[in-house]
């Protein structure tokens, strides 16, 4: 590593990043963080994951399945005995953790096990967030996956009271919360209302608390802006779309609050079992 890199770096990071430490297991700022944004190398500042490639393993480390073209280098590591890969930073050389392959965690089949305190978190700037209710979340992340200007989708929970909500829960659908989509996007590249478009087109709003065979309050059709613009952008795009329908829209506005990410085998559920 560059001396002038080390020189940057907290005796903690000098542990890691220098000494091929690893910092205690659930322990790093990263490990639960998904937000839209890069993680840098926390050495030099190159950019090393993209945040649509983590996810939560439930090892303790941030995980990712995927890595920028051309950031990390790879290391025979036989580190107490056994053989892994170390990953290292490509430009700087700083100790970043080790990679698996043959868990079967995501649909690339890969673990880059990560400390939180050899990259740093940088956000997207001027994106702005979405999120829609429109049945089963797992099908309506697939439609929404490919659409350019999107920069981040999760699944999971919003509308209800309790914390911290789990699927089980959800399922019994009396916890008032709604299966959605969380989207991180850029206004310049697709605007909201555009969003909207998409979001009549993948379902049937006129329905009430269902969606082909999926029945409860869980499964209704709601819009939670998370502007003021967004909520008069939703309420006119409703009013438009009902021209379309011989049935009345029952889809529900509601301000966002909480978005509390699902379990992990929601995330990206129908590309990891190679449905759909």
């Given at each position: ?7 940057r ?14 910092e ?6 990263y490990n639960?963080?998904f937000e839209?944004?890069?993680f ?9 994951y993209?945040?649509?490639t983590?996810?939560?393993s439930?090892?303790?480390w941030?995980s990712?399945?995927?890595e920028?073209?051309g950031a990390?280098?790879?290391y025979?590591?036989f580190t ?5 890969v170390?990953?290292c930073c490509?430009?700087c ?5 080790h ?6 965690m995501?649909?690339k089949d890969?673990r880059?096990c990560?400390?939180s305190l050899?990259i740093r978190?940088q956000?997207y ?5 979405a999120?829609?209710?429109?049945g ?11 659409i350019e200007g999107i ?6 929970y919003m509308?209800g009271e309790?914390?911290?909500p789990?699927y089980?829960l959800?399922?019994s659908?009396?916890t ?6 969380n989207?991180?996007f850029?206004?310049?590249?697709i605007?909201?209302?555009d969003?909207?478009?998409?979001f ?5 709003p006129t329905?009430l ?8 309050k ?7 802006p998370?502007?003021l ?5 939703a309420?006119?795009?409703r009013?438009i ?8 829209i029952?889809?529900e506005i509601v301000?966002?609050?909480t ?11 129908l590309?990891?079992n190679?449905?759909?």
């Amino acid at each position: 590593m560059s001396k002038n890199y080390f020189r940057r770096l907290t005796l903690e990071e000098k542990l890691i990043l220098r000494d091929k430490g690893t910092e205690p297991a659930f322990s790093g700022e990263y490990n639960d963080h998904f937000e839209a944004g890069i993680f840098v190398c926390r050495a030099c500042n190159s950019p090393l994951y993209e945040s649509n490639t983590k996810f939560n393993s439930g090892c303790g480390w941030p995980s990712f399945d995927d890595e920028i073209d051309g950031a990390i280098k790879r290391y025979k590591d036989f580190t107490g005995g056994r053989e892994r890969v170390e990953i290292c930073c490509a430009n700087c050389d700083g100790h970043l953790g080790h990679v698996f392959t043959g868990e079967g965690m995501t649909k690339k089949d890969t673990r880059h096990c990560v400390n939180s305190l050899s990259i740093r978190f940088q956000s997207y700037k001027n994106l702005e967030q979405a999120t829609f209710g429109a049945g089963c979340f797992w099908f309506v992340e697939k439609y929404f996956s490919k659409i350019e200007g999107i920069y981040l989708i999760q699944v999971g929970y919003m509308g209800g009271e309790i914390k911290n909500p789990t699927y089980k829960l959800i399922s019994s659908g009396k916890t008032n919360y709604a299966e959605v989509i969380n989207i991180y996007f850029n206004p310049k590249e697709i605007r909201f209302i555009d969003l909207l478009a998409l979001f009549w087109k993948c379902h049937n709003p006129t329905l009430l608390n269902k969606q082909g065979k999926n029945i409860g309050k869980q499964y209704r059709s709601i819009i939670f802006p998370h502007t003021l613009q967004q909520k008069k952008d939703a309420q006119l795009s409703r009013d438009i779309e009902q021209d379309n329908w011989r049935q009345d829209i029952l889809t529900e506005i509601v301000p966002a609050t909480t978005f509390y990410r699902a379990e992990e085998y929601h995330q990206k559920y129908l590309d990891k079992n190679n449905l759909g």
